[in-house]
C-alpha cells in the first residue's frame, strides 16, 4: 500500500492522489471506498469519516494540494488554496492536520466543488 494511488472524485472533479506511509493512511486504504458530503471552508473540502486515530507528526501549515487527516473532527481533508485561518500565502488548516497524501493533478479545480457536493474516495485504477 505505501504510495497507494486514489481517486477522489466531487462532481466535476475527478483526480487521483497518492496516500503516504502514515498509519492514518493505511487506514484509510483498507477502509475504502468511503463517501462524505463535503464542507468547504475557504479553499479546502473537508468531510468526516469513520477512522478514529491519533494524529502523527501533525502541521499547523500545509502546502498546496496536501491531503489530511484533522483528529478532532475525525476529517479527511483537501487543501487547494488558502483558509480563513491563512496568514499571508500561507495555507493553514483550523488546526494542526496530520499528512496522509498529495493530490496528482492541479488542487485548483476543487474550486469548481460546491459545499454539499458527494465526495467518493476509492483507490485508483
Do not use: H
Not at 502514515?22 to 471552508?41: C, D, F, V, Y
Not at 493530490?103 to 476509492?122: A, N, S, Y
Amino acid at each position: 500500500m505505501p504510495g497507494g494511488k486514489i481517486k477522489i472524485t466531487a462532481s466535476p472533479v475527478s483526480m487521483e492522489a497518492e496516500l503516504n506511509e502514515t498509519k492514518i493512511a493505511q487506514l484509510i486504504w483498507n477502509s475504502l471506498p468511503i463517501n462524505g458530503k463535503a464542507n468547504t471552508w475557504g479553499e479546502e473540502i473537508f468531510f468526516g469519516i469513520a477512522i478514529k486515530s491519533e494524529e502523527e507528526n501533525p502541521q499547523e501549515v500545509v502546502q498546496l494540494g496536501d491531503l489530511g487527516y484533522w483528529v478532532p473532527g475525525t476529517a479527511f481533508c483537501i487543501f487547494f488554496g488558502k483558509t480563513p485561518s491563512s496568514r499571508g500565502d500561507e495555507i493553514r488548516p483550523y488546526s494542526p492536520v496530520t499528512i496522509i497524501g498529495k493530490l496528482l493533478g492541479d488542487p485548483k479545480e476543487f474550486l469548481k466543488v460546491k459545499d454539499g457536493t458527494r465526495v467518493i474516495i476509492e483507490k485508483a485504477e
